[in-house]
């Protein structure tokens, strides 16, 4: 099984509400990616948690929360948006980081975000 | 941080030739990862090929091969025998323990 799966495909959201991206992986990896995706532009990496434990957050405004539960599940809990934070979200996984060799990251289908 | 310069924003291949895209970086590191990705419509990203840097012969996968020159800092994507399917955004992509960074990506058009 070499699948990332993130749910839901598709959220529109009010300013005000509080929502929740879903990704999930079943390949053992230790190292799962938050990334921002606008149309026409590259993924920006926005968080790295390794071993379930966050590694890197790209400066990230407090408004996006992520959450590792456990190794094979990474959130991306939202909060008070702005428009401008209507984008693809993209989830990917990886062997590992730090100590062990990197590897290629796949990455799951994405979240099409709008904020209203 | 790393830097990842695609200078083609679009390309364009006729069916069955061969086309090649551009990919320079920037980095301090001499322990990294070089790869190209695929974006097609769908927007599903999907790894193409990879290079570890301290390998210097250069990866291939099947019509794909990469041009891999370390001193100068390149990394070019020859995509051979185009097919139709190939046409999608390409991404070429650092990666460290500590970084990971796209290019701009290439737009590669297939001409049938």
């Known amino acids: 099984d070499t699948e990332v799966t993130q749910t839901p495909k598709h959220l529109v959201m009010g300013m005000t509400n509080k929502k929740s991206l879903k990704c999930e992986q079943h390949?053992?990896?230790?190292?799962m990616y938050w990334y921002k995706q606008k149309a026409k532009k590259p993924p920006e990496l926005m968080f790295v948690y390794s071993y379930e434990k966050l590694s890197i957050n790209e400066s990230v405004p407090s408004r996006f929360s992520p959450e590792c539960p456990n190794s094979s599940l990474l959130n991306l809990h939202l909060h008070a948006l702005q428009p401008e934070d209507s984008a693809l979200y993209l989830c990917a996984s990886s062997q590992g980081i730090l100590s062990l060799p990197p590897g290629e990251q796949y990455f799951g289908p994405g979240t099409r975000l709008t904020v209203t | 941080a790393q830097t990842v310069t695609q200078s083609q924003p679009e390309m364009s291949v006729q069916e069955a030739e061969t086309v090649t895209l551009s990919c320079t970086y920037d980095t301090s590191e001499s322990d990294y990862y070089l790869f190209w990705y695929k974006q097609p419509p769908s927007r599903q990203m999907i790894l193409v090929i990879r290079q570890e840097a301290y390998k210097q012969q250069n990866a291939t996968e099947n019509r794909f091969s990469v041009n891999f020159q370390k001193a100068a800092k390149s990394f070019s994507l020859k995509i051979s025998d185009s097919q139709l399917g190939d046409a999608a955004m390409y991404f070429c992509?650092?990666?460290?323990?500590?970084?990971?960074?796209f290019g701009a990506g290439t737009r590669l058009t297939v001409k049938p």
């Open positions: 390949m053992g990896h230790r190292a």
């Open positions: 992509a650092y990666r460290s323990d500590n970084d990971m960074r």
